[in-house]
């Protein structure tokens, strides 16, 4: 029952007006940005860093505003899923497989209404598991020592990608590729510059923020540019979502089932959003074989990958806050947010920051609601900003992300580093080179090496301490077994192709 | 990078990348002995490095001898515009503190809105608006200090 007190102690901070207030906005802005085409999670709180930086925000102000962003968006998604047959963001694609179908069929506000409380309870389901769960967690990773740290990190590169993306050698190139780039800079040890050949700017290494809106925001928009600038086509008429809404009922063992493949799907590292969304589709398309009208706008077909999306993404929130290893890009922009303001998520954070932690939670609890409540009235109005056009957004979004980090340092070398980063990003998305492990690189190195070189001096230089504990070499082993999974997956997946 | 526009190059892609990153590694490890170790420190700054360049390296190897799917390369018109915005950013990012926040933005807005697909009746309202209100967001309502316009009062 300490978990009960630890909460109401949070639902206090979190009902305090500023961050009500907070939450109230980043729910808003949220959804409006994961409904925009192309635009998800990632560039969503990527964007929204410099401005929590420029409020002079406390951490857990910042981190309530971003995480109500990154909830928000979620949510928003499925909104051009279903009104434009366009996927707001990648998590978002299962849903246009029978969203849209419905909304063809005029049953565009019964898909929105049924998919705000498949959203709901998934979203709602994963914070509950994140309130059982993580305390857990932080129990175990209490005794972690720097040569467990280590393993950990390994873990985590191990799993990144190897699910989401095609090619396990590209996942790889890409988080090695990160952790060098995160050398980049005076070594806190030693004190020696390590790669800036004499650039001072590069003295504090990378900045983790302008990296990932150079890699995330910037690329996207070149990306657009060649894109076929899509006439998007006015919405049909919705319809009410009341409707859906009860609709919901008939469909609460189909998003059980989807919250809870989304949560575990969202914990395990490197799988995330769009995963949590796939497997709860093609099981739930399973399930009812041809009894279900799957594809051809079975109301099941909605409510399963979003329920599996919203969980997926308060699943994720566990290793970032508990380890401090996050399992998908948007929770490696958060870590990037926590550490920027020299706060290091762990298990230390829940014992010297429980305010922090537990504000968290509740505000996601709060948030949820905010959400539902939003999306009934206002879905139509969410709707319409999909008809905004793009040579509105886009400029929109490429100046906040250019002044924000302007703002940062009031430094014109972060924007030249920006645009550098934003074509590397748009090259390797045109390689087929995921850019999350690159940023999980960045922004892990530091801690990874740090860790191995605190283990290191313990022993004085004997690299067997890393292996030498119970809890390493578990962790070992479980690394190895997720990435044989993968593995397999990848060539089955591959055989049913050929 | 290549303009090769069709997808039977997406080796080429691959490959060229592979490379690169493989020099990369190679620069990274050789590098990395010039930095010096400390007293009392079993691993130095350079370990390290050489620890995460070694995968990177034999990866990208493995990459050029067995390369996979690219994205279809841009086009030139395509390629062009996307040149544009690099170098209007560029610029923008230039001349931002010598001529000040706001004349720099609403130029920069404008043409940023034409380069995006807007006709000049649609940019430059539009662009003049969306540029006073960055303006108004970020100096006001955030309170962050814009670079003035030269000769402004400070």
Redesign the interface.
């Known amino acids: 029952m300490e978990i009960l007190d630890f909460l109401a102690h949070g639902f206090a901070v979190a009902l305090q007006p500023q961050h009500l207030l907070l939450a109230l906005i980043g729910c808003t802005v949220g959804t409006l940005v994961g409904a925009l085409p192309g635009l998800g999670p990632v560039n969503g709180v990527a964007l929204m860093i410099p401005l929590a930086f420029n409020f002079g925000l406390a951490p857990t102000a910042a981190l309530i505003l971003l995480v109500s962003v990154y909830y928000g968006c979620m949510y928003g998604g499925r909104i051009s899923s279903i009104v434009l047959n366009i996927p707001g963001d990648e998590p978002a694609m299962m849903t246009t497989l029978d969203g849209y179908p419905m909304a063809r069929a005029g049953r565009g506000g019964e898909a929105l209404g049924l998919s705000a409380v498949a959203s709901f309870a998934g979203a709602t389901i994963a914070t509950i598991g994140l309130t059982l769960f993580a305390p857990l967690l932080v129990k175990v990773a209490i005794r972690f020592g720097p040569a467990e740290y280590f393993a950990l990190f390994m873990l985590a590169f191990a799993t990144i990608g190897g699910v989401t993306s095609g090619s396990f050698t590209k996942s790889f190139i890409a988080a090695c590729l990160g952790l060098l780039l995160g050398t980049v800079g005076i070594d806190p040890v030693s004190s020696v510059a390590r790669y800036t050949f004499g650039w001072y700017e590069l003295y504090d290494g990378i900045d983790y923020l302008v990296a990932l809106i150079g890699l995330f925001a910037v690329s996207e928009c070149l990306l657009f540019l060649e894109r076929d600038q899509r006439q998007i086509t006015a919405p049909m008429r919705l319809g009410s979502a009341v409707p859906g809404m009860w609709r919901s009922r008939n469909c609460a063992s189909t998003i059980g089932r989807g919250s809870v493949i989304g949560f575990i799907a969202g914990v395990l590292p490197g799988a995330g959003a769009s995963l949590g969304s796939f497997l709860s589709y093609s099981l739930e398309k399973r399930r009812w074989g041809d009894e279900g009208d799957f594809g051809r706008g079975d109301p099941r077909g909605v409510a399963a990958p979003e329920a599996g999306n919203n969980a997926a993404a308060g699943g994720a929130l566990i290793p970032m806050l508990s380890l401090g290893i996050p399992g998908s890009g948007t929770t490696a922009i958060l870590l990037a947010l926590l550490l920027s303001m020299n706060i290091t998520p762990g298990p230390l954070l829940f014992e010297q920051q429980p305010d922090m932690v537990w504000g968290l939670v509740a505000a996601l609890f709060i948030g949820n609601v905010m959400l539902l409540v939003l999306n009934i009235p206002l879905v139509g109005l969410f709707a319409k900003v999909l008809q905004a056009p793009s040579w509105f957004l886009m400029p929109m979004v490429v100046l906040v992300a250019f002044v924000g980090i302007y703002s940062l340092n009031n430094s014109p070398f972060d924007l030249y580093m920006m645009l550098a980063f934003g074509v590397l990003g748009y090259v390797l998305r045109k390689l087929e080179i995921p850019t999350v492990p690159v940023v999980l690189g960045l922004l892990l190195g530091g801690q990874m090496e740090f860790n191995l070189r605190r283990a290191m001096s313990i022993t004085g230089g004997d690299w067997s301490i890393l292996w030498s504990s119970g809890i390493s070499i578990s962790i070992y082993v479980f690394a190895a077994t997720l990435l044989c999974a993968g593995l397999i997956y990848a060539l089955l997946v591959k055989r049913r192709l050929a | 990078?290549s303009d090769a526009p069709q997808v039977s190059h997406a080796a080429l892609?691959?490959r060229i990348?592979g490379a690169v990153?493989a020099i990369?590694?190679l620069g990274?490890w050789w590098?990395?002995h010039t930095?010096?170790?400390?007293f009392m420190?079993?691993?130095?700054?350079g370990v390290?490095?050489r620890l995460?360049?070694l995968?990177?390296g034999v990866?990208?190897l493995?990459?050029i001898a067995?390369p996979?799917?690219?994205?279809r390369?841009?086009?030139k018109v395509?390629?062009c515009?996307?040149l544009g915005?690099?170098l209007l950013?560029?610029c923008?990012?230039?001349v931002?503190?010598p001529l000040g926040f706001v004349p720099s933005?609403l130029v920069?807005?404008v043409l940023?809105?034409r380069?995006?697909?807007?006709q000049w009746r649609?940019?430059l309202p539009?662009?003049v608006l969306?540029?006073l209100a960055?303006f108004a967001l970020?100096e006001f309502a955030?309170?962050?200090?814009?670079p003035d316009m030269p000769g402004g009062s400070g």
């Open positions: 990078m892609g691959d990348a990153l990369l590694a990274a590098h990395s930095f010096v170790t400390g420190q079993p691993v130095g700054p390290f490095p995460v360049s995968p990177l990866l990208s493995y990459l067995r996979g799917i690219n994205q390369w841009p086009q395509a390629l515009r996307q915005l690099l950013l560029g923008y990012a230039v931002l503190e933005t920069a807005t940023l809105m380069l995006f697909g807007a649609q940019a539009y662009g969306l540029g960055l970020f955030l309170g962050i200090p814009l």
